[in-house]
């Protein structure tokens, strides 16, 4: 396959599932924020988000102080924010559109028709309106996306390369989704304490994985089982380990004379999550263990660049 083709296919995956990890991110940050606490509790909460999404510099040089409305309002609209939801899915449509030949009518017409629902949207908003609503509108149109793929594309390496970016962006924000609420915790908390029942109920569900915790765990919804079952979990289809899983596969049907170093790394990482314990991770420290698999993500995502797209391609 041409690289550019690749390429394009990569990031219209990765845009699409980024838009919806990003509303995901914004749901269960806006739903803990209905629970009684003080203005500074909130200012705080948002500015851990915009943080872990990497859009506190950008944000607080285009907008100053750190509102929970702000913070809604630069994710999800901002045509100044080359990271929300709206950009991310023009830029979706963007890359679909550079290679039509290669996609199904059918994959064609639902992203397409996805941005431009999304303009329709952003010009007849109303204030009063509740932001899950426009969370919910995105994540469905996702769903939509990606079982348009699924029943459609030819097994090729088109559709890989389309999952390869899927994936490994959804790895990417699983973790991130993760860190925005276990990075607050003090060092030292006890891990099987039962926690604020709305609070990791509100995380789980942000991730589609309430009722899989329930299946899996029967119990109290605790820290250390949230992390066990978002990280570890191969069963679970948003864990990391199911991510890396999909990428490792992934790779080795695509590989090619100078991705060998990539797979490696891949495998590397796969093995540490399929051979890990959630006491390892904890010993580390949660937050630390977060970060370093974020750098490992980062890292292979440039590989997978050079390897195999167009030369100098951004995110």
């Known amino acids: 396959m041409l690289s550019r083709t690749a390429d394009h296919l990569y990031w ?34 948002w500015s851990a988000t915009l943080t872990i999404v990497g859009q506190i510099g950008p944000y607080t040089a285009a907008r100053g102080a750190v509102t929970q409305d702000g913070a809604i309002e630069w994710i999800s609209w901002s045509r100044d924010n080359p990271g929300s939801i709206h950009e991310c899915l023009r830029l979706a449509r963007e890359n679909a559109h550079a290679v039509r030949g290669t996609l199904t009518s059918e994959t064609w017409e639902t992203l397409n028709s996805t941005w431009l629902e ?22 469905f149109r996702s769903h939509l996306a990606r079982g348009v793929i699924q029943g459609t594309m030819l097994r090729d390496e088109a559709l890989k390369f389309t999952w390869l970016g899927t994936y490994l962006e959804r790895a990417d924000n699983t973790a991130r989704i993760l860190d925005s609420k276990f990075e607050p915790m003090a060092a030292g908390t006890d891990w099987d304490a039962t926690a604020d029942y709305y609070e990791w109920s509100a995380l789980l569900r942000s991730v589609s994985a309430f009722e ?6 029967r119990d109290l919804i605790t820290p250390r089982r949230v992390a066990e079952l978002l990280i570890l979990r191969d069963a679970m289809p948003r864990s990391l380990l199911r ?16 991705s060998t170093e990539t797979e490696r790394r891949a495998g590397e990482i796969h093995a540490s999550l399929l051979y890990g314990r959630i006491d390892d991770v904890l010993a580390v420290g949660m937050h630390a263990w977060l970060l370093q698999f974020l750098d490992r993500i980062a890292d292979l995502g440039q590989r997978i660049a050079q390897d195999f797209l167009v030369p100098a391609t951004t995110s």
């Open 118 to 139: 999304v303009r329709r949207f952003g010009q007849s908003r109303k204030p009063d309106l509740d932001p899950s609503d426009f969370f919910e509108w995105v994540k």
């Open 12 to 45: 219209m995956a990765r845009y699409t599932e980024r838009a919806e990890n990003l509303a995901r991110m914004l749901d269960v940050n806006y739903r803990m924020s209905l629970l009684r606490q003080d203005e500074e509790g909130v200012r705080q909460r």
């Open 243 to 258: 991510c890396l899983t999909q990428v490792h596969d992934t790779l080795a049907v695509v590989s090619n004379d100078r």
């Open 212 to 217: 899989i915790y329930r299946k899996v765990y």
